[in-house]
């Protein structure tokens, strides 16, 4: 399961990078849950096409994410982000202390987009 949600996300993300083919496939088996045989039906092609597709697409997702690092940089925003509403929570008091601390996680967030 945790590797579908892996897959899905690297999918969503990188998705428009593969083939139209290579995306269809991967949403069928990812997304959608079909086996290889339904998936080979669906798209006329072997079970042995379909499992080199979706292993050729794994890939090429991983390689994306290797290189470019976005999921990577999602969660870093995410933590980011959760660290910040936590400041603004805590800061309800006005402390100036905790304002300036907002206002350097804002720039810091700002730097990573």
Do not use: P, W
């Not at 290579?22 to 096409?49: A, K, P």
């Not at 050729?56 to 982000?81: A, N, Q, Y």
């Not at 509403?85 to 206002?103: C, F, H, P, R």
């Amino acid at each position: 399961m945790a590797k579908n949600l892996a897959m899905n996300l690297l999918l969503d993300v990188y998705g428009v990078m593969l083939t139209n083919r290579q995306n269809d496939i991967m949403e069928l088996y990812y997304q959608h849950d079909l086996s290889l045989g339904e998936i080979s039906e669906e798209t006329s092609i072997t079970r042995q096409g379909v499992m080199n597709c979706l292993r050729k697409s794994e890939r090429r997702l991983f390689e994306l994410e290797r290189k470019l690092g976005l999921i990577l940089k999602l969660r870093e925003l995410e933590v980011d982000i959760a660290e910040l509403e936590q400041l603004v929570m805590t800061a309800e008091v006005k402390n100036e202390y905790l304002m300036s601390e907002i206002d350097e996680k804002i720039v810091e967030i700002k730097r990573k987009l």
